[in-house]
């Protein structure tokens, strides 16, 4: 059974009440709008990647506690690192999530094992890893052109039934 | 008149035995997260009295075969039980004859097969539909799709503050050119109940027939088309305590013998050759292929069930649990009831104050707590109301007062958390 209770824990709750490099960024090298259909909820990440490495990240939006934290904890882990750390960070979030891997065997996770606990709530995986995609989608995009989450390949249909 | 006076006074008023109506219903007795289930969604579908699966297991086990074909004994059993459920139906919502009760699938395919069989005949470029506020997106994406196919135009019935219809800008709304209304009978984000007889009257006396979806009103208030004088309404069986995949169109025979067949298939022809096919006749002009025979057995058994009790006795509790449960939620600071209309069934939208309503929802299940969250399939009530979506809270005549109590404590949990 899950342990809910873990997954509003205070860093959670924290993170939702004072969201970090939360807002916009007026160059950025990357920029991509995430929409979840399920519940309506958007958000936006502006990234700026200088030599290789992402020198400023911002998000905004309208989303659930779980997104909103997961986006700010998002850019507090991956500002200062290298492109290439932040896409094995992604893969390890997003495999973490989906349960496909435990969060004891991903590497690099480390304060982010506070989302383990989302696996067991399908109809919330997708409020984690939307911040993730988003990213995802935005170094995958064409120069600074928006990518629709529907467009991203890492994204799943959703009903809205 | 504090809670517990109410609460008092509703206890003594109501007209149902609520314990021995529970015990009828065996999934109301499991636990959820080591909590006692306390369901509350029953807008989206309602659970199923073991007088419904007793009904399912006796027809898998001693009536099934296929309909309207065999001469052996089991297929004229099950045709025979097939068109007692349709009888029950027509006895439901009152309709004059039974072959004005076709089985579908549910809402959605019954105002789909409306959309093809009368929209796609009848109504022509420039013509205007004219549907409300407060659909379900399944009364509002057949008639876009027919309204591009066609070229022809929706006007929007708009809302109050309230949720409630304007009645006078629905009249505004007619003109030479209007050919169809849909209305929900019920707002399924909201609660308000429509006034349909008078919208239906208004529009008759123009010519301009209308139909009535009924997916959230059916459950919860006795339903006589007769005297609503519609011309088609539809409901689901799964939200009546029936099974999935199962829901009736009730259109006027005069319009259902002049409409085009949705679906083309077996059972709803009369005579094929590959130079030209004779279509059945009502009903069975609808009810192409083998039909889901054992929900709509299933959905007498619940009609049965349903009338057992009475609607007008399940409309009276339920009004007693929406009654009960608006007074404690709109004393709640912090907490808005989106839906406030005068007339509403037993549903209480919600929103509250920095907490998004998936936090809620989740938070509420963990107690053991199930609401629906999200834009309810009503995205344009959502805009009007400016949300992007709601917590819901939906009660059937199973539901007790103290498990809107529960639902109580389960928000000041979620507003403590959130604080």
Redesign the interface.
Known sequence: MADYKSLYQEVILDHNKKPRNYGTIECPSHHAVGHNPLCGDHITVDVVVDEGRISNIAFQGESCAICKASASMMTTSVKGKTREEAETLIQEFLAMTTGRVPHEACPHIGRLAVFSGVKDLPTRVKCAILPWHTLNGAFNAVGTTSTEADADPMQTPIGDA | MNAIQTALETRSSSLLDVENIRADFPILGITV??KPLVYLDNAASSQMPRQVIDRLVHYQTKQHANIHRGVHYLSEVATSEFEVARRKLQHFINAREEREVIFTSGTTEAINLVMHGYGRKYICAGDEIILTTLEH?ANIVPWQMLAEEKGARIRVVPVNDAGELLVDEYEKLFNERTKFVGVTHVSNALGSINPVKEMIAFAHARGVPVLVDGAQAAPHTAVDVQDLDCDFYAFSGHKLCGPTGIGILYGRASILEDMQPFKGGGDMILSVTFEKTTYNTIPHKFEAGTPPIAAAIGLGAAVDYLSGIGMDAIAAHEHALLKYATDQVQSMPGVRIIGTAGQKAAVLSFAVNG?????IG??L??EGIAVR???H?A?PV?QRFKV??TSRASFAFYNTLDEVDALVAGIRNVQK??T
């Open positions: 997260n080591d997106h907490v998004h309503p998936h936090d989740t938070l299940n963990q969250t999200g834009h399939c995205q959502m992007p979506a958390i959130f």
